[in-house]
């Protein structure tokens, strides 16, 4: 799953990231409780706001639970002890998925 959000920002909103992940802002909120490795920040009223590094772990998240099927007790489990593997493959994933897709692009436009 490709993420859009602006790669210049340093924070997003709750709105702006369950929007990308096309959930609930309610599910953000619940993860965020379910998985230590979000740290969102809290600004003045209390909002909380993703960084980027946020976000990464929410796509690696989204990805266990939603794509994959994981429980949230197996996701916790696997993120705990092969977190730097599993991203890896996940990266891989995503940049050959978008490779597809610009080579898709590329085969409709010929």
Do not use: C
Not at 16 to 35: C, G, P, Q, T, Y
Not at 85 to 104: A, C, H, M, N
């Amino acid at each position: 799953m490709q993420i859009d959000l602006s790669p210049d920002k340093r924070y997003y909103s709750i709105g702006e990231v369950a929007k990308a992940f096309n959930v609930n802002a309610s599910l953000i909120r619940f993860w965020d409780k379910e998985f230590d490795v979000l740290k969102p920040k809290k600004n003045a009223k209390g909002n909380r706001m993703f960084t980027p590094e946020d976000v990464k772990n929410l796509q690696l998240i989204y990805h266990l639970v939603k794509e994959r099927g994981f429980t949230l007790d197996g996701a916790r489990v696997h993120l705990k002890e092969g977190q730097k593997k599993t991203l890896d493959k996940y990266e891989i994933i995503s940049k050959l998925e978008g490779i597809k897709k610009q080579l898709t692009d590329l085969k409709d436009a010929l």
